[in-house]
Protein backbone atom coordinates (compact mmCIF):
# COMPACT_ATOMS: atom_id res chain seq x y z
CA UNK A 1 0.00 0.00 0.00
CA UNK A 2 2.94 2.00 0.51
CA UNK A 3 4.40 1.64 -2.55
CA UNK A 4 1.54 2.74 -3.95
CA UNK A 5 0.83 5.71 -2.34
CA UNK A 6 4.44 6.47 -3.00
CA UNK A 7 3.77 6.20 -6.81
CA UNK A 8 0.59 8.53 -5.89
CA UNK A 9 2.33 10.99 -4.34
CA UNK A 10 4.91 11.29 -7.17
CA UNK A 11 2.42 11.34 -9.84
CA UNK A 12 0.68 14.41 -7.66
CA UNK A 13 3.45 16.59 -7.33
CA UNK A 14 4.06 15.95 -11.32
CA UNK A 15 0.48 17.55 -11.40
CA UNK A 16 -0.92 14.35 -13.34
CA UNK A 17 -3.29 13.04 -10.99
CA UNK A 18 -6.90 12.66 -11.49
CA UNK A 19 -9.74 13.76 -8.81
CA UNK A 20 -9.93 10.36 -7.38
CA UNK A 21 -6.56 10.13 -6.61
CA UNK A 22 -6.49 12.97 -5.27
CA UNK A 23 -9.45 11.80 -2.73
CA UNK A 24 -7.59 8.69 -2.21
CA UNK A 25 -4.56 10.36 -1.10
CA UNK A 26 -7.10 12.59 1.15
CA UNK A 27 -8.12 9.52 2.44
CA UNK A 28 -5.51 7.89 2.83
CA UNK A 29 -3.67 10.80 5.05
CA UNK A 30 -6.89 11.21 6.81
CA UNK A 31 -5.90 8.74 9.32
CA UNK A 32 -3.73 9.40 11.78
CA UNK A 33 -2.02 5.88 11.57
CA UNK A 34 -1.14 6.43 7.99
CA UNK A 35 0.87 9.62 8.80
CA UNK A 36 3.91 8.42 10.93
CA UNK A 37 6.20 7.71 7.34
CA UNK A 38 4.93 10.30 5.44
CA UNK A 39 5.03 13.52 7.83
CA UNK A 40 5.00 16.31 5.16
CA UNK A 41 2.86 14.60 3.00
CA UNK A 42 0.17 14.15 6.25
CA UNK A 43 0.57 17.18 7.68
CA UNK A 44 -0.29 18.49 4.19
CA UNK A 45 -2.92 16.42 3.03
CA UNK A 46 -5.11 16.25 6.50
CA UNK A 47 -4.99 20.68 5.95
CA UNK A 48 -6.55 19.82 3.07
CA UNK A 49 -9.52 17.71 4.13
CA UNK A 50 -12.23 19.57 4.31
CA UNK A 51 -14.69 17.65 5.85
CA UNK A 52 -12.97 17.72 8.88
CA UNK A 53 -12.97 21.73 8.86
CA UNK A 54 -16.17 23.59 9.38
CA UNK A 55 -16.22 27.28 8.71
CA UNK A 56 -18.34 29.81 11.01
CA UNK A 57 -21.83 30.92 9.56
CA UNK A 58 -20.73 34.82 9.57
CA UNK A 59 -17.53 34.11 7.91
CA UNK A 60 -17.75 36.51 5.18
CA UNK A 61 -19.26 38.86 6.79
CA UNK A 62 -16.89 38.91 9.50
CA UNK A 63 -13.81 38.91 6.38
CA UNK A 64 -15.37 42.06 5.02
CA UNK A 65 -15.93 43.69 8.49
CA UNK A 66 -12.21 43.40 8.90
CA UNK A 67 -11.14 44.10 5.45
CA UNK A 68 -13.04 47.59 5.81
CA UNK A 69 -11.41 48.32 9.06
CA UNK A 70 -8.32 47.70 8.07
CA UNK A 71 -8.68 50.20 5.10
CA UNK A 72 -10.32 52.56 7.34
CA UNK A 73 -6.79 52.78 9.71
CA UNK A 74 -4.60 53.38 6.64
CA UNK A 75 -6.46 55.77 5.18
CA UNK A 76 -6.85 57.40 8.99
CA UNK A 77 -2.71 57.12 9.25
CA UNK A 78 -2.05 58.64 6.53
CA UNK A 79 -4.11 61.43 6.61
CA UNK A 80 -3.04 62.13 9.88
CA UNK A 81 0.62 61.97 8.53
CA UNK A 82 -0.36 64.22 6.05
CA UNK A 83 -1.62 66.61 8.31
CA UNK A 84 0.99 66.08 11.02
CA UNK A 85 3.73 66.91 8.22
CA UNK A 86 1.77 69.78 6.69
CA UNK A 87 1.99 71.50 9.98
CA UNK A 88 5.07 71.14 10.86
CA UNK A 89 6.16 72.60 7.09
CA UNK A 90 3.89 75.57 7.80
CA UNK A 91 5.60 75.89 11.13
CA UNK A 92 8.99 75.93 10.03
CA UNK A 93 8.56 78.17 7.05
CA UNK A 94 6.71 80.88 9.60
CA UNK A 95 9.68 80.41 11.72
CA UNK A 96 12.26 80.69 8.79
CA UNK A 97 9.97 84.36 7.72
CA UNK A 98 9.91 85.80 10.85
CA UNK A 99 13.93 85.17 10.86
CA UNK A 100 14.13 86.45 7.37
CA UNK A 101 11.89 89.49 8.36
CA UNK A 102 13.92 90.25 11.77
CA UNK A 103 17.27 89.75 10.07
CA UNK A 104 16.60 91.92 7.39
CA UNK A 105 15.08 95.17 9.18
CA UNK A 106 18.08 95.17 11.50
CA UNK A 107 20.26 95.53 8.44
CA UNK A 108 18.21 98.32 6.79
CA UNK A 109 17.93 99.94 10.28
CA UNK A 110 21.51 100.15 11.08
CA UNK A 111 21.82 102.19 7.08
CA UNK A 112 20.34 105.17 6.99
CA UNK A 113 19.83 106.97 3.30
CA UNK A 114 21.92 109.59 3.06
CA UNK A 115 22.38 112.49 0.14
CA UNK A 116 25.08 112.16 -1.29
CA UNK A 117 24.96 115.53 -3.65
CA UNK A 118 24.61 119.17 -1.92
CA UNK A 119 22.73 120.45 -4.44
CA UNK A 120 19.63 118.70 -6.73
CA UNK A 121 21.33 120.13 -10.03
CA UNK A 122 24.14 117.96 -9.43
CA UNK A 123 22.16 115.42 -8.40
CA UNK A 124 19.69 115.09 -11.24
CA UNK A 125 23.54 115.36 -13.84
CA UNK A 126 24.27 112.60 -12.48
CA UNK A 127 21.29 110.81 -12.67
CA UNK A 128 21.54 111.65 -16.27
CA UNK A 129 25.07 110.29 -16.72
CA UNK A 130 23.89 106.95 -15.22
CA UNK A 131 20.80 106.18 -17.98
CA UNK A 132 22.97 107.61 -20.42
CA UNK A 133 25.15 104.98 -19.88
CA UNK A 134 22.72 102.12 -19.09
CA UNK A 135 21.08 102.66 -22.24
CA UNK A 136 24.15 102.54 -24.77
CA UNK A 137 24.76 99.01 -22.67
CA UNK A 138 21.43 98.07 -23.78
CA UNK A 139 21.71 99.19 -27.06
CA UNK A 140 24.71 97.42 -27.62
CA UNK A 141 23.68 94.09 -26.37
CA UNK A 142 20.77 94.67 -28.95
CA UNK A 143 23.13 94.77 -31.72
CA UNK A 144 25.22 92.10 -30.35
CA UNK A 145 21.68 89.98 -30.54
CA UNK A 146 21.21 90.53 -34.27
CA UNK A 147 22.61 87.95 -35.34
CA UNK A 148 20.68 85.91 -33.28
CA UNK A 149 17.73 87.14 -35.37
CA UNK A 150 18.91 85.98 -38.48
CA UNK A 151 19.14 82.50 -37.39
CA UNK A 152 15.82 82.73 -36.09
CA UNK A 153 14.68 83.94 -39.33
CA UNK A 154 16.56 80.95 -40.83
CA UNK A 155 14.51 78.18 -38.57
CA UNK A 156 10.76 79.75 -40.01
CA UNK A 157 11.76 78.71 -43.14
CA UNK A 158 13.09 75.23 -42.20
CA UNK A 159 9.49 74.94 -40.48
CA UNK A 160 7.74 73.17 -43.36
CA UNK A 161 10.61 70.29 -42.85
CA UNK A 162 9.43 69.76 -39.53
CA UNK A 163 5.94 69.20 -40.76
CA UNK A 164 7.49 66.77 -43.30
CA UNK A 165 9.22 64.90 -40.88
CA UNK A 166 5.86 64.72 -38.67
CA UNK A 167 4.13 63.00 -41.89
CA UNK A 168 6.94 60.24 -42.91
CA UNK A 169 6.41 59.35 -39.17
CA UNK A 170 2.59 59.11 -39.75
CA UNK A 171 3.59 56.83 -42.90
CA UNK A 172 6.29 54.45 -40.83
CA UNK A 173 3.59 54.06 -38.29
CA UNK A 174 1.26 52.96 -40.34
CA UNK A 175 3.60 50.88 -42.27
CA UNK A 176 4.57 49.09 -39.01
CA UNK A 177 0.64 48.64 -38.52
CA UNK A 178 0.57 46.76 -42.02
CA UNK A 179 3.70 45.15 -41.28
CA UNK A 180 4.05 44.01 -37.72
CA UNK A 181 6.77 41.84 -38.02
CA UNK A 182 9.52 44.53 -39.10
CA UNK A 183 11.49 45.90 -36.56
CA UNK A 184 11.52 49.17 -34.69
CA UNK A 185 14.33 50.58 -36.69
CA UNK A 186 13.88 49.33 -40.63
CA UNK A 187 11.82 50.43 -42.85
CA UNK A 188 11.09 51.10 -46.36
CA UNK A 189 11.37 54.27 -46.25
CA UNK A 190 14.58 55.00 -44.60
Do not use: C
Not at 2 to 23: D, I, N, P, R, V
Not at 96 to 107: A, D, L, N, P, V
Not at 115 to 126: I, L, M, N
Not at 134 to 141: F, I, P
Amino acid sequence: MEAKMKQLLEKYYAGETSLEEEKSLRNYFSKPENGTDFGIEYQLFSSLNIENTTMPQNFEAEMMKSIQESDAKTTKIKRITLRTLSAWVAAALLVFSIGFGWYFSQIHSTRMLADTYQSPEVAYQETIRVLVWVGSKMNKARQNLQPIEKIDDALKTLEPVGKVNEKLDIVRRVDRVQNPLMTKNTSRYE
